[in-house]
């Protein structure tokens, strides 16, 4: 079956744009995880959804990062006023059940902002 | 402080020339160690999980031990196609989770 796809996998933004980030779990996943990952660096937990609650959001590095799974399904990561260091590949991840026991991650979206 | 280091950061290796890579952790209360391959341009791949110290865990030429404070993924007779960044996670008892930065194999024909 489909994997977890995500879109744009590229986006390139001017400092200061707002970025909306879509993550198309795997159909009946219960969690969905969005990790950033810095060139040679391993992925950073940003947030935790189970369904449409948002049960962890201790990785958002500001008040500019905002995550939404308003139907349990999809979700938007969106980034607003962009910063240089926003710049990473933001992958979305998906678990069948309430544990990371087997995530399946995206191909991930590179923001590069200039 | 909760952290995963792993070593090394890269390493070349001949066809059917076996290695092992490390990780070594310290979290608050393991739930679970994880290993993961990376491919330029895609998401982690999940490899296997290993919960508690003594543990094993095999795949193809890929193998997974765990001990109280590190890991070893040892690969036996590497293929060019092995050639991969391969990524420790941890999982602590307060939902912590954390990625170590990798390690680069290059495995030459």
């Known amino acids: 079956g489909a994997g977890v796809s995500q879109s744009p996998r590229y986006k390139v933004a001017k400092r200061g744009q707002d970025v909306a980030l879509r993550c198309d779990p795997i159909s009946g996943h219960v969690s969905l995880f969005w990790y950033q990952q810095a060139l040679g660096q391993g992925p950073e937990f940003l947030t935790y959804?189970?369904?449409?609650?948002?049960?962890?959001k201790s990785g958002l590095p500001s008040d500019r990062f905002f995550a939404e799974r308003p139907e349990g399904s999809v979700s938007t990561l969106k980034i607003q006023r962009t910063q240089q260091e926003d710049s990473a590949v933001y992958l979305c991840a998906s678990s069948l059940d309430t544990s990371r026991k087997t995530q399946y991650f995206g191909p991930g979206t590179r923001l590069l902002v200039l | 402080e909760d952290q995963v280091t792993q070593s090394p950061e890269a390493l070349r290796l001949q066809e059917g020339e076996s290695s092992s890579l490390n990780c070594s952790y310290t979290v608050s209360g393991l739930r679970g160690l994880f290993w993961y391959r990376q491919d330029p341009g895609k998401g982690p791949e999940f490899l296997f999980t290993?919960?508690?110290a003594g543990e094993e865990k095999e795949k193809e030429r890929l193998k997974a031990t765990l001990t109280k404070k590190e890991s070893f993924l040892h690969i036996t007779a590497p293929k060019p196609e092995d050639s991969a960044t391969y990524l420790c996670a941890v999982e602590g008892d307060g939902n912590q989770f954390y990625f170590g930065t990798g390690t680069s194999l290059t495995v030459i024909p």
């Open positions: 959804f189970q369904n449409e609650a948002q049960l962890d």
């Open positions: 290993l919960y508690s």
